[in-house]
């Protein structure tokens, strides 16, 4: 199959260095990358599974009333902010 296919310019040079270390072509290089990519983000789709955050107890709340803003900065900062 053939395709015109635009790089970012890193890709580019990445993929510049698959070729002189390997002596590869354009295409083999590029194949290459493209099979194990693909692949990999393949199997990462499949391995996928939930996670879950386990529930932690706080405690109890320190503040009486969660509306009054003006109480829960004292709390916070301490009696000495009012």
Do not use: H
Request: charged share 30%; aromatic share 2%.
């Amino acid at each position: 199959m053939r395709t015109i296919l635009t790089l970012d310019p890193d890709v580019a040079a990445l993929l510049q260095r698959v070729r002189d270390a390997r002596g590869a072509t354009l295409k083999d290089a590029a194949n290459e990358a493209l099979r194990r990519g693909l692949k990999q983000m393949t199997e990462q789709g499949l391995q996928t599974a939930r996670r879950y955050t386990e529930a932690v107890s706080l405690g109890r709340c320190l503040i009486g009333d969660l509306d009054d803003i003006a109480e829960a900065l004292a709390v916070a900062e301490g009696e000495a902010s009012r």
